[in-house]
């Protein structure tokens, strides 16, 4: 089921990632630079030669947008903010049975904590985070792919606010084609690991969905709105 629709991609290859948020990439012969907003190190993705697709973007030090690379007759939707985008259009359009919400606000506070939402389930507020999850890890999507002391953070921050009884919600987006589950990825941060298990068992919901992107509809293509989480 289509979710978004973005405009027609730039078809490249990647040459280099230089920093964090900027890879070079090969366009028509040419190398021009790239933006990305995930900071993960997706180093399955990020190897020369690697089949990228990217969005024009006008102004700045870039002039495009890494938002996917192709991956088992597919595409991995790398671009986070593009992910929240289709995790919201889920959400308004009732496509998870597992969340009757709607949208509270954006980029509450819990503690010490700056969080994606807060939702509203059923007039309960529910504090809820979602967490990119393209690392693939045979049958499974997984996060996350290096540490994250912020990632720690915000597990630790949901599991107090629950522990003092309210409502905690992780939602991993699994944006890569034909996983089955998605699990932690203890060589990645096992601390990570270790506090989704104690989450898990203090009350925190943690729910995934699987969705791809589609280069040559330029789409983003929901696969599964209640994906298995295994911690």
């Given at each position: 089921?289509?979710?978004?629709?973005?405009?027609?991609p730039v078809?490249?290859?990647?040459?280099?990632?230089?920093?964090r948020?900027?890879?070079?990439?090969?366009?028509?012969?040419?190398?021009?630079?790239?933006?990305?907003?995930?900071?993960?190190?997706?180093s399955?993705?990020m190897?020369?030669?690697?089949r990228?697709y990217?969005?024009?973007?006008?102004?700045?030090?870039?002039?495009?947008?890494?938002?996917?690379?192709?991956d088992?007759?597919?595409?991995?939707?790398?671009?986070?903010?593009?992910q929240?985008?289709a995790?919201?259009?889920?959400?308004?359009?009732?496509?998870?049975p597992?969340?009757?919400c709607?949208i509270?606000?954006?980029?509450p506070?819990?503690?010490?904590?700056v969080?994606d939402?807060?939702?509203?389930?059923?007039?309960e507020?529910?504090?809820?985070e979602?967490?990119?999850?393209?690392?693939?890890?045979?049958?499974?999507?997984s996060y996350?792919?290096?540490?994250?002391?912020r990632?720690r953070?915000?597990v630790?921050?949901?599991?107090?606010?629950?522990?003092?009884?309210?409502?905690g919600?992780?939602v991993?987006?699994a944006?890569?084609?034909g996983?089955s589950?998605?699990?932690?990825?203890?060589?990645?941060?096992?601390?990570?690991?270790?506090?989704?298990?104690?989450a898990?068992?203090?009350?925190?919901?943690?729910?995934?969905?699987?969705?791809?992107?589609r280069?040559e509809?330029?789409?983003v293509?929901?696969?599964?709105?209640?994906?298995?989480?295994?911690?």
């Amino acid at each position: 089921m289509e979710l978004v629709r973005l405009p027609e991609p730039v078809v490249g290859e990647v040459v280099a990632r230089r920093n964090r948020f900027v890879v070079e990439v090969r366009v028509e012969g040419r190398v021009e630079r790239a933006y990305t907003n995930n900071t993960g190190r997706l180093s399955e993705y990020m190897v020369a030669g690697r089949r990228c697709y990217c969005l024009r973007r006008s102004g700045g030090a870039t002039s495009l947008r890494l938002i996917a690379f192709e991956d088992s007759g597919g595409a991995a939707l790398i671009d986070t903010a593009i992910q929240m985008r289709a995790f919201e259009v889920a959400l308004e359009r009732g496509l998870l049975p597992w969340a009757p919400c709607r949208i509270s606000s954006r980029n509450p506070r819990l503690r010490g904590s700056v969080l994606d939402y807060l939702l509203d389930c059923g007039g309960e507020p529910v504090y809820t985070e979602l967490k990119s999850a393209v690392l693939r890890d045979g049958a499974y999507a997984s996060y996350p792919d290096c540490p994250t002391l912020r990632g720690r953070r915000h597990v630790s921050d949901l599991i107090a606010h629950v522990q003092a009884g309210g409502k905690g919600l992780i939602v991993f987006v699994a944006a890569l084609p034909g996983v089955s589950a998605f699990r932690p990825y203890e060589r990645g941060d096992p601390e990570v690991a270790r506090l989704l298990r104690e989450a898990r068992e203090v009350g925190v919901l943690l729910k995934a969905i699987s969705m791809h992107y589609r280069p040559e509809a330029s789409q983003v293509i929901l696969d599964n709105p209640d994906l298995p989480v295994e911690v």
